[in-house]
């Protein structure tokens, strides 16, 4: 999926995801996550 700027996005809890820049220009993003107090906020995978 190709965001443009403003644009918003929601990805359901649980959900396996990654962002990248595909843009020449800088790019910044803002997230918002609810987490439970006993859950970590991310698990990385290869």
Same mark, same amino acid.
């Not at 843009?23 to 859950?39: C, F, M, Q």
């Given at each position: 999926? &190709? #965001? %443009? !700027?403003?644009?918003? #996005?929601?990805?359901? !809890?649980? &959900? =396996?995801? +990654? +962002?990248?820049?595909?843009?020449? /220009? +800088? !790019?910044?993003? #803002? +997230? &918002?996550?609810?987490? !439970?107090? /006993? %859950?970590?906020?991310?698990?990385? =995978?290869?």
């Amino acid at each position: 999926m &190709t #965001l %443009k !700027a403003g644009d918003v #996005l929601f990805i359901p !809890a649980g &959900t =396996v995801h +990654a +962002a990248r820049n595909v843009g020449r /220009d +800088a !790019a910044s993003e #803002l +997230a &918002t996550y609810i987490v !439970a107090k /006993d %859950k970590p906020l991310l698990t990385l =995978v290869k």
